[in-house]
């Protein structure tokens, strides 16, 4: 399952997990659009490519809180 980190490991804005403007690379590093195009969207940990990443649903959170 997706790790949904809730803040841009660069500068700490706020990213809930239904929000979009995230972005993430293959090791699920986490960041905000301003800092990702700041990057050329290439993340500093691991030089993977940052990708939008996918938004979930507060209902999909509520379950998966309960598990």
């Known amino acids: 399952m997706l790790e949904m980190r809730v803040a841009c490991e660069r500068c700490g804005e706020p990213l809930p997990a239904e929000a979009h403007g995230a972005f993430i690379c293959s090791m699920e590093c ?6 990702a ?3 050329d969207d290439t993340c500093p940990n691991c030089d993977g490519e940052l990708a939008d990443r996918p938004t979930r649903s507060k209902d999909v959170q ?4 309960r598990k």
């Open 37 to 39: 195009e700041a990057l």
């Open 62 to 65: 509520a379950h998966l809180a």
């Open 30 to 35: 986490t960041f905000c659009a301003p800092c």
